[in-house]
């Protein structure tokens, strides 16, 4: 492989650094970063995760704030992805000092000192996905770096070992965003089995579809989040979905007892109904994450997914995980919703473990995690 | 829109929809749309549950509200589409329309937010919470169906969905 690297000191390098650039475009954020870590030269891939150090982490919203690159908010359009992507992928190697003119194409030949570049290749929009692996796959070609595809699953799994490369083997994550829920057990990097997940709606949606209805906007997550802090979370018993059987998820009859219960009493007051609801859903995700971890003998468990940062949910999760014994990980939000710095930590151990990915390897909306 | 036909119906509760929805499969074909209309917990993906496994889906059906378009294989592959997320039917073309429509039964929700670039040959469903005293499961179900293919399908259709039927 040719690549420009740094190497340690000393007669025979163990160890490589490698600088990758990663690109996340799998939904509604646009996000670019740089991330570097050591992986072992000739030798085997280990099993612990690697230690990964983040040099930047652009995220669209943040960018977005700056009335320089126009206040453009991505939707759900590939074209406002078009529009971030190479003001965010500039300041992510701004960011990390690594900045040259024009991302390279000034004709001055001048590139970034980046070792390769990567992207989430899936699961998510297709249109979306299409422009971060586009671009990551033009950028690899006009610097001269290998191309690295990465599963957005395998990412948010990833932003644990960015947080706590050391935390206990196996491990058990509660991934919920807006787009999915499920609890993987990962046995070491690249190692995982889907324990359970949703049979309907994702925790995230169920989320967004309540405050829709009660007419409290756009995203509903830390809308119900801000006003449960006013109301009582046992004003009104909702139902706990498939609380009782097994590691699956259904969220979708909850949100219908919500609906029902507006409907029975308008009397009811959006604080207690916000409250009511988030705590039936945090009992149901902190019951079953717990009891994946006892059935599947976890050493720890872990958050993850822009659900995760929901204070509700932190607190109940670190407080069951104590009660428990089990070392655990509440990741910070930055790690938690959609990010490239998780991206690139994946893409890292990617790299190692098997390699560049081939350019003809396109974005598939509906890739699957590997599983043992 | 052209010639149009209506068929309605009730249902108990979310395994009723289910029900209907997969009588309502053995009438369909390549290239088949249904534009699924109703408030949120209305049944929409329930009714794109039944509609699947009853086409042979064995995968879970899971809300398409996120990803907008899920794909299921099936002895008629399913197009599962949630565009509620769309604001602009131009922002369909991310979607690449044309080729989702011509293999399969495509079942799209808030497709009325989309309208203008589906088919006019087409079957509306309107799910409804039952404005009565009935238990708060049991939904109205309102079936259109628009355009000389879907038309040629009412006698048969109504004859299968007759353990549900109710007067429009």
């Known amino acids: 492989m040719d690549m420009t690297t740094t190497t340690d000191a000393g007669p025979t390098p163990s160890t490589i650094t490698t600088t990758i650039l990663a690109i996340e475009t799998s939904c509604d954020e646009t996000s670019a970063a740089v991330v570097r870590a050591e992986r072992p030269v000739g030798g085997p891939v280990t099993g612990a995760p690697p230690r990964i150090e983040v040099l930047s982490n652009v995220v669209s919203s943040q960018v977005a704030r700056h009335a320089e690159f126009g206040g453009v908010v991505p939707e759900v359009a590939s074209r406002a992805h078009l529009e971030m992507l190479e003001p965010v992928v500039g300041q992510a190697l701004a960011d990390a000092g690594l900045a040259v003119t024009g991302l390279g194409f000034d004709g001055t030949g001048r590139r970034p000192a980046v070792d390769a570049v990567a992207a989430t290749r899936g699961p998510g929009l297709i249109g979306a996905l299409l422009v971060g692996v586009s671009s990551a796959k033009a950028l690899s070609l006009a610097w001269d770096v290998p191309y690295v595809g990465v599963n957005h699953m395998e990412g948010h799994l990833f932003a644990t070992f960015l947080e706590r490369p050391d935390i206990g083997l196996p491990l058990v994550v509660l991934l919920v965003s807006g787009g999915h829920t499920m609890i993987v057990k990962v046995d070491e990097p690249g190692r995982y089995r889907i324990l359970g997940s949703t049979v309907d709606d994702a925790a995230g949606e169920a989320f967004d579809k309540v405050a829709r209805y009660l007419g409290l906007g756009y995203p509903g997550g830390p809308i119900i989040d801000a006003l449960s802090a006013d109301g009582d979370p046992a004003a009104i018993r909702f139902p706990r979905g498939m609380l009782d059987d097994g590691l699956d998820f259904s969220f979708s009859g909850m949100k219908t007892a919500v609906i029902n219960y507006v409907r029975r009493h308008p009397e009811a007051t959006n604080p207690d109904l916000a409250a009511s609801f988030q705590e039936a859903v945090v009992d149901v995700l902190v019951t079953k994450v717990l009891r994946a971890a006892k059935r599947h003998r976890a050493a720890a468990v872990a958050l993850g997914g822009g659900v995760a940062a929901n204070s509700r949910l932190r607190q109940r999760f670190a407080q069951a995980a104590a009660e428990a014994g089990l070392d655990h990980l509440v990741p910070s939000r930055a790690y938690c919703t959609d990010n490239a710095a998780m991206i690139g930590a994946a893409a890292h151990w990617r790299l ?5 990915t081939g350019l003809d390897a396109g974005a598939d909306p509906s890739l699957r995690l590997a599983t043992t | 829109m052209e010639q149009s036909a209506w068929l309605c119906a009730e249902t108990d509760d979310a395994e009723g929809t289910r029900a209907l929805a997969g009588a309502v499969a053995p009438h369909l074909g390549h290239g088949d749309v249904l534009v699924l209309t109703g408030d949120l917990g209305a049944g929409k993906t329930c009714f794109t549950q039944g509609l699947g496994a009853a086409l042979g889906v064995t995968e879970r059906i ?12 099936a002895r008629l592959p399913l197009h599962h589409l949630d565009v509620y997320r769309i604001d602009d039917p131009d922002d369909t073309l991310d979607l690449d329309l044309p080729e989702l429509l011509e293999a399969g039964v ?36 309102r079936i259109g169906l628009h355009g000389p293919s879907w038309l040629a399908r009412q006698a048969a259709l109504a004859r299968d969905l007759e353990p549900w039927a109710v007067p429009c």
Not at chain 2, 62 to 73: A, K, L
Not at chain 2, 108 to 128: F, Q, Y
């Open chain 1, 352 to 356: 190692a473990h098997d390699g560049a």
């Open chain 2, 62 to 73: 899971t809300s398409p509200t996120f990803t907008i378009v899920s794909e299921y294989e």
């Open chain 2, 106 to 141: 495509t079942v799209v929700e808030w497709g009325e937010r989309i309208d203008a670039v589906l088919p006019a040959s087409r079957a509306t469903v309107e799910l409804r919470f039952d404005d009565g005293d009935r238990h708060p499961d049991s939904r109205q179900v």
